[in-house]
């Protein structure tokens, strides 16, 4: 793959990962262990919550919290339009039927006020998106949940690290989804998380993630009393994670000020607008913009060789989705969004020197 001179985002490794993963194989066990029992256990510590259940992606996270929390074959659940495609396929690989709903522009959330619209009589879950470290009115989510009878899995796989009035994104409703791909806080190659209060949750996830097995024996004369599959993680990644806990607070904290040093350099450039940041708590993974000019942008940085992301397509209008909701202009928001938004360059090392660079770019492209 070819590489901008300034990368859009890069994965980093800072901790001796590679010394890690040697104790790993060295050790001879490089299954669903130890490693992952103690990553699980420091997760949960950190986030304030009894449970934590490492899988094999943010994916798979979800689709194992639906199906735990009682999701079934047919049932609907209400996704937002704009996000990573993964959302709305972990509602399909649990069986059931994805309804998008559109978000309000402020934010780039899920808009709870359209929720009611969106409800059937099949809905049994809402799957709302932390869209880039932002949280979602949980608050509204919640209530709404509670009021019809729904189950609320949080897709927080962008939203390590950020807080909404003192709880951790992840936190909410009946389960939270992070996802360790390579382009988060933190990676351990691929890899996800739930967490949950739940006990019921919990078990029943872990056995799932498992063949169904409730007690590991001997291997071969363990008992099955469910079907599962198998989404475990291995020690390896988990090492690699643990390592990778080392750095997150200072990569906040380079986000942010990476965020601090784009809204200074792009304050009052016209024909664009930087998305909202509740406060200091909410820490945006990438640093984003948007214009009614992006195509403009996007061609001036690309040459002059920096990289950056544009944003996710609607998903209604992917291949893989179309026809199941119909018309274009079912969900203004995130057309538009999706036309005018991009993802500026955001590894942890950036400087500010780097940051003003990408800024007089787009400065001279929008002048
Ligand atoms: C918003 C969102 N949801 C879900 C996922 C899926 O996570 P994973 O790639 O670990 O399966 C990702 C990340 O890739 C994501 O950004």
Known sequence: MMTASIPWFAPAFENDEAEALAEVISSGYVNDGPKCREFEAVMAERLGVPHAAVVTSGTTAITLSLLAAGFRPGDEAIVPDFTFIATANAVTLAGGVVRFADIEPDRLLLDPTLLEQRLTPRTRAIVPVDVNGRGCDYGALEGFCRAHDLILVCDTAEGLGSSQNGQPLGTFGD?????????????????????????????????????????QGTGGDDNHPLIGYNFKLTDLQAAVGLRQLRSLDARLDRARQRDRWYRAALHGVNDLRLPARRDENEVCLWTDLLSDRAEEISAALKAADIGHR?????????????????????????????????????????TEETVARTCDVIRVALR
């Open 310 to 350: 544009r944003f996710w397509h609607p998903v209604h209008s992917q291949g893989a989705y179309a026809g199941t909701e119909g018309a274009e202009g079912a969900f203004p928001v995130t057309e538009s969004v999706s036309r005018e938004g991009l993802w500026l360059p955001s590894t942890f090392d950036i």
């Open 175 to 215: 389960a939270g989804c992070f996802s360790f791909s390579p382009n988060k806080f933190m990676t351990m190659g691929q890899g996800g998380l739930v967490v949950t209060r739940s006990q019921q949750i919990a078990d029943r996830l872990r056995e799932m993630k498992d063949q169904g097995r409730r007690v």
